[in-house]
């Protein structure tokens, strides 16, 4: 159903929960995520997409850990991945990087390591840098330069995947065409869901086997770092509609459409049942009149803007 990349996100039918809300360096209740990950381990996500900006990559470790230590998964089970944060991508500082989540995680490996956004932050301890203005300070970065970095750690077997976020048509085509390419983005991650359906992005990415994995799959939780021009995206008549003939809600039709069409979905909710309800989309299919109704929602419009 997935590109084949390299082989690794191949038939990943799994969901998972994102963990948190880093834009604004929101920390997570104690003990929510470690809750949360265990809940849907137990409930069968095997896809745990996660990042050292979420503050809370040693809770995921621990849920992982305990499951593992319970006998009900085998670390092979699980796939996940990290993200390099904006302060990190001088090729030096990558591997580094890589280990310190390695060590929060304490696992031996990530199953995927991916570039979490095309452009750099001043490096250094700030997370995210501001001058006196309270503007970003921006650092030159050169993606090529970083994906090497970003190669060594897979053959050095830090990660099993390497991969990209947020990146358009233009800065994929960069490193693709880059002389001595070792390995390729297997994977990138991108705002996805029936109000913003990228198919462009989408088709090219089919075309090099790249997953589109895809974020705030049911439309964000509309907080104050969000455009919220477009309507709540659960509230879709069409979605409600066709949730009705199934039996579903909204948000697992919007779940549905995405991985019927081979986009890879990372629902984020920290609710038991929530959780629980969006790993109930696997027992249906949208037939192809439903698939183009919902593509047909398509607003071009992006909640997460990225305004940095
Ligand atoms: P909660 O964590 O309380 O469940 P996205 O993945 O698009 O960023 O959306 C995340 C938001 O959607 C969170 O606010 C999450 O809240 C909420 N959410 C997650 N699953 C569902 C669901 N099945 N129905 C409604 N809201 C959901």
Redo the contacts with the bound molecule.
């Keep these: 159903m997935f590109g084949e990349g390299e082989g690794y996100l191949d038939g990943m039918n799994f969901l998972f929960l994102?963990d948190s809300i880093a834009w604004q360096q929101t920390q997570t209740p104690k003990g929510t995520c470690l809750e949360s990950v265990k809940i849907a381990i137990d409930t069968g996500y095997r896809h745990i997409d996660g990042a050292f900006v979420y503050f809370n990559e040693h809770e995921v470790g621990q849920a992982i850990r305990e499951k593992i230590a319970e006998g009900r998964i085998k670390r092979e089970d699980i796939f996940y991945c990290g993200k390099l944060w904006n302060t990190c991508h001088p090729p030096e500082l990558v591997r580094p990087t890589l280990e310190k989540t390695l060590k929060i995680l304490q696992l031996d490996y990530v199953d995927l390591y991916i570039i979490e956004l095309p452009m750099a932050f001043k490096p250094g301890d700030a997370i995210y840098p501001r001058d006196e203005n309270g503007k970003f300070i921006y650092h030159e970065t050169d993606l090529c330069a970083t994906w090497e970095a970003m190669e060594a750690c897979k053959d050095a077997g830090l990660a099993k995947s390497i991969g990209v976020s947020n990146f358009n048509r233009r800065q994929l085509e960069m490193i693709l065409n880059k002389p001595g390419l070792k390995h390729k983005p297997v994977s990138n991650q991108v705002e996805c869901?029936p109000y913003f359906t990228q198919p462009k992005l989408l088709e090219f990415c089919r075309q090099h086997d790249i997953v589109i994995v895809g974020?705030?799959?049911?439309?964000?939780?509309r907080d104050e770092t969000v455009n919220v021009s477009s309507p709540p995206l659960?509230k879709d008549t069409v979605l409600n509609a066709i949730g009705k003939k199934y039996n579903k809600?909204a948000?697992?039709i919007a779940l549905r459409f995405n991985i019927q069409r081979g986009v890879v979905v990372?629902?984020?909710?920290?609710?038991p049942q929530?959780i629980r309800?969006?790993f109930q989309i696997f027992d249906f299919s949208l037939t192809e009149k439903e698939m183009k109704e919902i593509e047909a929602l398509n607003k071009n419009v992006r909640y997460v803007e990225l305004l940095m």
């Design positions: 994102t869901h974020y705030s799959p049911l439309g964000t939780s659960l809600t948000a697992q990372i629902p984020k909710s920290f609710n929530r309800e969006n």
